[in-house]
């Protein structure tokens, strides 16, 4: 194990990242430049001493795991974080990406369902692809940039106080999508998008970082979704999550019931154009599942532009 290498490579990386990179709220101007050493031990879950000892190349031969929480808090690119494993004298993990194109069979699906909502979902939570009539659920992604696409994102973005977060059921979704996601951060250990999400929100919001500290691990299954939509009222769907092997995604569709309210509302729906948006996604309160089955209705960003697309 090459200490003094190591030691440097971190301070290096740590002076070059800013508290803004890492999600971190700005606490005024610093003596030097960087991330305190404090901060990035509270990023990568461990020990403030543990890490000025690694800094200071006299800390103990760290396991994999540290390896890879500090490729996280520093935010490495796969390059980096090969590097860092070997300076341990460590063999860094097989880098896995999700896959992120969608295929023309998924594509064929949606756009076939012209009075289902229905989006895909990369491993990481970000939108890939929508049809026409999800736009009225979930805004026109093709208006934002690709890094404020994800849902995760949109979720944990409402602050502390906010009374959404009174709703235990909204707890309990936000927990159940956090533990969806700790199973892709562990298959695609060192994906830059995972990382930097899962790092900007360790350092943005405590309330993320206490789920995601749990390590409770869960796979995103369907559930019941009920919302007041300000154009056609309540609607209720049984929400199926379709599974795609081959890419790792998922497929969300909101299916409402032969004849039912929500179906003629959809068709309504379906026969307009998307709402004049303000180009920016604000999270509605909601209520959310907290298993197969549970009752939801679940955040998310006002309509914006256009009507339907993929990345």
Known sequence: MDRTGLAAFLRARRAGLTPADAGLPDTGRRRVAGLRRQEVAQLAGISVEYYVRLEQARGPHPSR??????????????????????????????????????????????DGLPTTPAYVLDAGYEVLAWNAVAVHFIGDMGALPRERRNIIEWMFARPEPD????????DCFARYSVADLRTAYARYPGDPGITRLVTSLLGASPRFREMWESQVVRQRRGFTKRMDHPAVGLLEFECQV??????DQRVMLYCPEPGSDTERALLRLAGQAPPSPDGTPVLRPGRAPCGPGDVVEVPAPEVVRRSAGTV
């Open 242 to 247: 379709l599974h795609v092997p081959d890419g």
């Open 65 to 110: 795991q540290v390896l890879s929480a500090l490729s996280r808090a520093l935010m490495l690119d796969t390059d980096e974080r090969t590097y860092l494993f070997r300076l341990a004298d460590a063999e860094a993990p097989a880098a896995r990406t999700p896959n992120r194109e969608v295929s023309t069979a998924v594509r064929y699906l949606i």
């Open 163 to 170: 009374p959404h977060w009174d709703d235990e059921n909204t």
